[in-house]
T-cell receptor, first 120, second 114 residues
């Protein structure tokens, strides 16, 4: 079974600065998908960024980028120019490629999350 | 377009009771997944339905059941409630059941079991 570990329960950053959230995962699969989700205090889970394991290029979405190290099974999220609205719980998640898992394994496996505080 | 909707927002039940949670996916989405998020933890997968068929089940007891209707909405049922069932229940929909399609989450139903 796949596992996702987020070793930083809490992180803080000054507004306009950069912060990196860590995530490691364990899998024996070669094809899979990785995600970072944001859950603000309002509870709605929002997709921040995704990475396909077969792509070597790190994904980028505006101020958000990832450092995907497949061999090390590491998937960190970097937030640049942090804003007050970035304050939230951030979850790293893993998803198998169903084509390689015998059919319909579409579930997301989440880490325990990292609570990000942005200080003005 | 409206996002994923869930009802009710909050629910308080007593141990031993039964509860039904409802989810309406984004229009056009045919896959619905359910997750349980205990306070301070990441969501845990309960079920996935696609085209009204169960396509995946997490490590939850048989007290948990779900179904998907012809309009692709879904219900999650939990029987014989335990205190440990207190959690935020999240529904997520996706266009299809394939991995490359994003899952969009609803706001959740907060269940408290006393």
């Amino acid at each position: 079974a796949q596992t996702v570990t987020q070793s930083q329960p809490e992180m803080s950053v000054q507004e306009a600065e950069t912060v990196t959230l860590s995530c490691t995962y364990d899998t024996s699969e070669s094809d899979y998908y990785l995600f970072w989700y944001k859950q603000p205090p309002s509870r709605q889970m929002i997709l921040v960024i995704r990475q396909e394991a077969y792509k070597q290029q790190n994904a980028t979405e505006n101020r958000f980028s990832v450092n995907f190290q497949k061999a090390a099974k590491s998937f960190s999220l970097k937030i640049s120019d942090s804003q007050l609205g970035d304050a939230a719980m951030y979850f790293c998640a893993y998803r198998s490629d169903p084509l390689n898992s015998g059919g319909s394994n579409y579930k997301l496996t989440f880490g325990k999350g990292t609570l990000l505080t942005v200080n003005p | 377009d409206a996002g994923v909707t869930q009802s009710p927002t909050h629910l308080i039940k007593t141990r031993g009771q039964q509860v039904t949670l409802r989810c309406s996916p984004i229009s056009g989405h045919k896959s619905v997944s359910w997750y349980q998020q205990v306070l301070g933890q990441g969501p845990q997968f309960i079920f996935q339905y696609y085209e009204k068929e169960e396509r995946g089940r997490g490590n939850f007891p048989d007290r948990f059941s779900a179904r998907q209707f012809p309009n692709y909405s879904s219900e999650l049922n939990v029987n014989a409630l335990l205190l440990g069932d207190s959690a935020l229940y999240l529904c997520a929909s996706s266009l299809m059941g394939l991995a490359q399609y994003e899952q969009y989450f609803g706001p959740g139903t907060r269940l408290t079991v006393t």
